[in-house]
């Protein structure tokens, strides 16, 4: 076979097995995306327009602060509450009457917890049972003047200066609704020119424009209780737009941990989950740790196993000496040193000493021999 042919069998060879490398490695990219990402709205690890991967990614760029997620309320008791933020996002479901109990405690020891939601009643029903003055309209906010691509994305433009407000000039909202404050601290609200009403409302059916509160804060027991009636504030879409994402700021700045409250949503992705189990479960980490160990430990052996065959092999073949007679068995244990030190010029004293004395066991000779 000439050269060419031998070339192009060669590549023909080849091709097949490029093709299912690739292939499995975009199968291998797929299934980590799948296990490491979430499609649910408002979820901390869907990279989509309708999740909060960003808002989540910035709070752990911060160095100063410690992300956690709270994946069952039982979590609030292990938590120091001072200089910790809670986020509670569009929960699916209602907090049970202990859920209730640990979130409250968590704010009365000194907590400070954050509700996002526009329509759901899970979120309202949480605030009935912390004792919340602040209550969740549950209408669609519009704004004809004031907004931002329709009047269902209406900014909010008169905010109260307040520490929680720092910097904060407006919001841009997306498809909110308003809170009611009963005696809370009003943070932000609309212009003069909102109303409520549903998707078929239409501004000649409204008898009044007014502005409406979108974020209120009131004290509860030694902590606080912020409320933001558009959970959307932060979505990916969003919380780019002026001035979500200094407001979100302003709400965990200083503070020395952020929890993301997951535990009424959907589930995390597999190996998120997988994660946060490891994490909070010592006997696992003390078992991965002993697993981990006790293959460095194989490892080191097996190779430190075959750098011995390899040495042995090398000194057989050795010019230095007569065919017949065996360096393992005739050579004295500093000859062999330095036969090493001369074979394998880039390995240390301890890796050479250490073939060495293997080398010279008498069950090594004695193999060799036979």
């Known amino acids: 076979m000439n050269p060419r042919t031998r070339l192009l069998a060669r590549g ?13 490695g975009v199968l291998v990219l797929a299934l980590g995306i799948y296990a490491s990402t979430s499609a649910t709205a408002f979820a901390p690890y869907n990279p989509s327009w309708d999740g909060t991967s960003e808002f989540r990614s910035e709070l752990e760029d911060d160095p100063d602060t410690d992300v956690e997620l709270i994946t069952d309320t039982t979590d609030y008791d292990s938590t120091d509450p001072n200089e910790t ?25 000194g907590g400070t917890l954050v509700v996002l939601e526009n329509f759901g009643s899970s979120a309202d029903q949480l605030l009935l049972g912390l004792g919340t003055e602040a209550r969740l309209d549950g209408q669609l906010l519009r704004d004809e003047r004031n907004h931002e691509q329709g009047a269902t994305m209406p ?32 943070l932000v609200e609309t212009s003069e020119y909102a109303y409520l009403g549903d998707e078929t409302t239409d501004l000649e059916d409204v008898d009044t424009l007014e502005s409406y509160p979108v974020a209120t804060v009131e004290d509860v027991g030694d902590g606080q209780v912020v409320v933001v009636s558009d959970p959307s504030l932060i979505i990916n879409a969003m919380i780019d737009q002026p001035d979500n994402d200094a407001f979100v700021r302003g709400l965990s700045d200083g503070t020395e941990t952020v929890l993301i409250d997951v535990s009424k949503g959907d589930d995390l992705p597999p190996l998120i989950g997988a994660l946060l189990t490891v994490r909070g479960s010592v006997p696992i980490q003390l078992f991965l740790g002993g697993l981990g160990v006790g293959i460095v430990i194989t490892g080191r052996s097996q190779r430190g196993r075959s750098a011995v065959s390899r040495a042995r092999r090398r000194l057989e073949r050795s ?27 880039d390995w240390d004293d301890e890796r050479i000493e250490r073939v060495a004395t293997v080398l010279n066991h008498p069950r090594v000779e004695e193999g060799q021999d036979r």
């Open 85 to 109: 933020v809670s986020f509670v996002i569009a929960p699916d479901e209602p907090y049970d009457e202990r859920d209730v109990q640990r979130v409250r405690q968590f704010v009365d020891r």
């Open 155 to 186: 900014i909010a433009t008169n905010v109260t200066d307040h520490p929680l407000t720092s910097g904060v000039e407006q919001l841009s909202l997306n498809y909110a609704s308003t809170v009611e404050p009963g005696n809370a601290t009003v």
């Open 12 to 24: 023909r060879t080849r091709w097949p097995r490029v093709l299912l490398v690739s292939l499995a």
């Open 319 to 345: 010019p230095d000496h007569t065919a017949h007679r065996s360096p393992l068995t005739t050579l004295s244990p500093p000859e062999r040193i330095e036969l090493l030190r001369r074979r394998y010029p």
